[in-house]
């Protein structure tokens, strides 16, 4: 059997023979085309389904009102944990305050 290439490059075909512009084509085999079929109908049934809404516009608005604002709160909460306390000027100039004496 002669492939095209070889008819068209008499030395063979250059570089690799799956890839570039003269490349040997592959045999599509029944496997292939099947997957392509089952492919295409997976990709039809996604479509159906992602065209017909779960919910109404009407219950779709503020449905995830109450959810938002709980995990909102844990992270609000989460962050103040993380946060270090207040601190006053009079506990950082304590230590000055060490080498005082009664009488001064």
Request: aromatic fraction near 10%; proline fraction near 5%.
């Amino acid at each position: 059997m002669m492939f095209l290439t070889l008819a068209l490059f008499r030395k063979g075909i250059p570089g690799r023979q799956w890839i570039g512009k003269h490349r040997r084509p592959r045999p599509i085999t029944w496997q292939m085309k099947r997957n392509v079929l089952k492919h295409l109908e997976r990709e039809a049934e996604n479509e159906f389904w992602i065209s017909r809404p779960y919910m109404s516009m009407e219950q779709e608005r503020g449905h995830a009102a109450a959810r938002r604002e709980h995990i909102w709160t844990n992270i609000r909460e989460e962050r103040r944990a993380k946060f270090p306390q207040h601190k006053y000027v009079t506990e950082h100039l304590d230590q000055l305050n060490v080498t005082r004496t009664w009488n001064s």
